[in-house]
């Protein structure tokens, strides 16, 4: 049987000397080549255009100003195919920090909703029109005053089916989404949680009335899901799917949504993210009696470890198969080029 190779772009972290800087940013040059030269139905980047802080004399914009967008938004529409983009923490939520130009967070969330997502096509030579999410509203700039919003389109968050499986994208993220941090924002945070939540039902619904076989969800944050390794990812009970590492907790409730959507659909369902930068498959997720959700799988896609050079700027392929029983099947693809 044919398969339909539909690709997945690594998350491409900027951190590092300005010497590093330089070389990822042509390290990202040589991944595009390399997916261009592949016959790919469409790319998606999980979030985070650069690293959580800037570097000074940095040659490449390393902070949140203007020119960081529109870099990212010229590696976007080079993609041969349709390329679909989910914002990360270090391209927002983490733009207050003194060290990427201390900007209001929301405001550069709502330029990037301008930029990238103003309307419903995807970027790249050969877009994909998407379906948008139009209500419920989430918080967007008011101004800069503390507890000010205006009520804007949760844009960013994105749907589309091919071939009977659904893939759709949340706005979830690092710094414990938006509660912690330099400057923590409880009421964004819990209004754009409420808008995820209910795309996300939105989502399955839609799968369960298109007689869809599989679901991919993407997202940048990796929330956590049991208590193995506080090195990438916030510790929590497994079972409660409460965090017991004393951080501020802002994926409790997403993940009770997750989980609750995912065994009621019964079918296979991938969540993808990047945010701990460490490639890896797994089936992290258990119900609240502690059983395995065998048909969930999480995916972490690749991520610019400066320390290792530009030998983890690679993507992640993945073959689907609406037929088989898992449906998705993932391959690793190390670009040669950034081997060097």
């Not at 990360?88 to 920090?97: F, M, Q, V, Y």
């Not at 497994?238 to 989980?259: C, M, N, Q, S, Y």
């Not at 258990?286 to 993507?315: H, Y």
Request: net charge negative.
């Amino acid at each position: 049987m044919r398969r339909l190779l539909v690709p997945f772009l690594m998350v491409l972290v900027l951190a590092g000397a300005a010497a590093g800087i330089a070389a990822a940013v042509g390290a990202d040059q040589n991944l595009i080549a390399d997916m261009n030269d592949q016959e790919l139905q469409f790319i998606v980047h999980d979030g985070d255009l650069k690293a959580g802080s800037g570097t000074p004399g940095s040659v490449t914009p390393t902070t949140c100003s203007p020119a960081l967008y529109q870099q990212a938004l010229g590696f976007f529409n080079a993609y041969r195919r349709a390329s679909i983009f989910t914002p990360g923490d270090n391209d927002w939520t983490d733009c207050d920090r003194a060290s990427n130009g201390g900007y209001n967070s929301l405001e550069r969330l709502d330029y990037e909703r301008q930029l990238f997502f103003s309307t419903d096509l995807s970027q790249g030579q050969h877009p994909l029109q998407l379906e948008v999410q139009q209500t419920p509203s989430c918080p967007g700039f008011g101004g800069g005053a503390p507890g000010v919003y205006t009520q804007v389109r949760c844009s960013e968050n994105r749907r589309w089916e091919l071939h009977n499986v659904m893939y759709a994208t949340f706005n979830v993220q690092g710094s414990c989404n938006n509660l912690c941090d330099t400057n923590p924002d409880p009421a964004e945070e819990q209004g754009r949680t409420t808008a995820d939540i209910a795309w996300l039902q939105q989502t399955f619904a839609a799968a369960k009335a298109n007689h869809d076989v599989a679901v991919m969800l993407i997202g940048q944050a990796d929330p956590g899901w049991d208590k193995s390794d506080a090195t990438r990812g916030p510790l929590r009970d497994p079972k409660t799917l409460v965090e017991t590492d004393g951080a501020p907790d802002g994926f409790h409730d997403w993940l009770v949504a997750v989980r609750a959507a995912t065994i009621d659909f019964g079918l296979p369902v991938a969540y993808v993210n990047g945010d701990s930068h460490y490639f890896r498959i797994d089936k992290p997720l258990q119900d609240a009696s502690g059983r395995r959700v065998e048909n969930f799988t999480r995916v972490e896609t690749f991520g610019d470890n400066q320390g290792n050079g530009n030998q983890d700027v690679n993507w992640l392929k993945v073959l689907v198969d609406p037929e088989s029983r898992d449906v998705f099947a993932f391959e690793p693809q190390i670009v040669p080029a950034n081997q060097q």
